[in-house]
C-alpha cells in the first residue's frame, strides 16, 4: 500500500504492531538503484514487515540547485520496488513536503557529539540537521524495530546511530556494504546524471580508493594522502573535495597511526557536475 498522508500511515502500522509484525525500515529519497533493494532484500529477511519511505527532503541539501535537480521518479520507484519485494509485506511512504513539515519547511538543531563537524557536515553546512530532522520524523510516524542505511554515506551511519542513541530510540540500526557498478563505482541515485563516458570513467574513485587501502599497510598516512592527491591531479576531468582517513568511530581526520584503530579512507569527487562520494574501510592496526 502506498501512502502519502503520515496520519493514514500510523493508522495502518498500528495493526500490524497490534498483530505482533516486526517492522523493518528504509527511509530513501527514491531515484531507486539496486543498491536500495539490496538494503530492502535484508530489511524484510530480517522482519515480518518493510515500510520505504521515498521523500526528497528539502532541509538536507544546501545547494538549491541540487535540490531542484534531484530526480523525483515515484512511480517508477513504485514499480522497481513491487518487483523485488512482495507487496503484502510492503508498505511506502511518499508524502509531499506539507505533510512532513507543515507550514514551515525547517531543520532543527542535532548535536551528534562532533561527528557532524567533519567532512560531510563541515562541506555542506546544515545538511546533517536536515538529515536529524527528517529521520527523527520519519522513526515516530514508522516506530520501526529495524531501520537499514547503506554505508556509502557511512559518516551519515554514524550519525544515524548517534541520534537514536540521544533520541532512546528503541530502534536497531543496520549498516549494509556499498553496491558497486561492475567496474566498481558505488551506486548512487547521482549516478544516473554522467554520460555514459563519465560512468566509466568514475571507477578511477573506487580504483584509488584501493590504492591508497594497499599503500596505506605500508606507509604514512600524510604519504597516502599525497599519493591520492597526485593521482587525482593527474584526471583534470576530476575535481578531488576532499580525501580523508578517519577513525571509523569517532570520524575525526588521523594523521598518525594508532595500534587497535579502525581506519576508513572517504572520498568526495566532482565529474560532470556530479558530486560523487565514497569511502572504503582500511586494514585494522
Ligand atoms: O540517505 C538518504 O537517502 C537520505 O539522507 C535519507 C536517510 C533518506 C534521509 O532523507
Do not use: W
Not at 107 to 115: C, M, P, V
Not at 193 to 216: D, G, N, V, W
Not at 260 to 270: D, E, G, L, N, T
Request: with cysteine.
Amino acid at each position: 500500500m502506498i501512502f502519502k498522508s503520515h496520519k493514514l500511515l500510523v493508522e495502518h502500522l498500528k495493526k500490524k504492531v497490534k498483530s505482533s509484525e516486526t517492522i523493518s525500515f528504509v527511509p530513501t529519497m527514491g531515484a531507486l538503484h539496486n543498491g536500495h533493494i539490496s538494503l530492502m532484500k535484508e530489511a524484510i529477511s530480517q522482519c515480518d514487515h518493510l515500510v520505504v519511505s521515498i521523500f526528497v527532503n528539502p532541509t538536507q541539501f544546501d545547494n538549491k540547485k541540487d535540490l531542484e535537480k534531484y530526480p523525483r521518479t515515484v512511480n517508477n520507484d513504485v514499480a522497481l520496488i513491487k518487483k523485488h519485494i512482495n507487496t503484502h509485506k510492503l508498505t511506502v511512504y511518499a508524502p509531499e513536503v506539507k505533510d512532513v513539515y507543515g507550514k514551515q519547511t525547517v531543520a532543527k538543531t542535532y548535536h551528534y557529539d562532533g561527528l557532524e563537524n567533519v567532512m560531510e557536515g563541515k562541506n555542506r553546512p546544515g545538511h546533517f540537521d536536515g538529515v536529524g530532522t527528517i529521520l527523527e520524523f520519519l522513526f515516530a510516524v514508522v516506530q520501526p524495530d529495524k531501520a537499514f542505511f547503506g554505508e556509502k554515506d557511512f559518516q551519515q551511519l554514524q550519525i544515524v546511530n548517534k541520534l537514536v542513541e540521544k533520541l532512546q530510540l528503541n530502534i536497531e540500526v543496520i549498516g549494509c556494504p556499498i553496491e558497486r557498478e561492475p567496474h566498481g563505482l558505488a551506486m548512487s541515485s547521482r549516478n544516473e546524471r554522467l554520460s555514459p563516458k563519465a560512468r566509466e570513467k568514475a571507477q578511477f574513485i573506487y580504483a584509488t580508493l584501493q590504492l591508497a587501502k594497499k599503500y596505506f599497510k605500508h606507509h604514512s598516512i600524510k604519504n597516502t594522502q599525497k599519493l591520492v592527491e597526485e593521482l587525482f591531479k593527474k584526471e583534470p576531468d576530476f575535481e578531488l573535495e576532499y580525501f580523508t582517513i578517519a577513525s571509523e568511530e569517532t570520524l575525526n581526520p588521523v594523521t598518525r597511526k594508532y595500534k587497535k584503530h579502525h581506519y576508513r579512507a572517504f572520498i568526495v569527487a566532482h565529474l560532470e557536475g556530479v558530486r560523487l562520494i565514497d569511502n572504503l574501510k582500511l586494514s585494522d592496526l
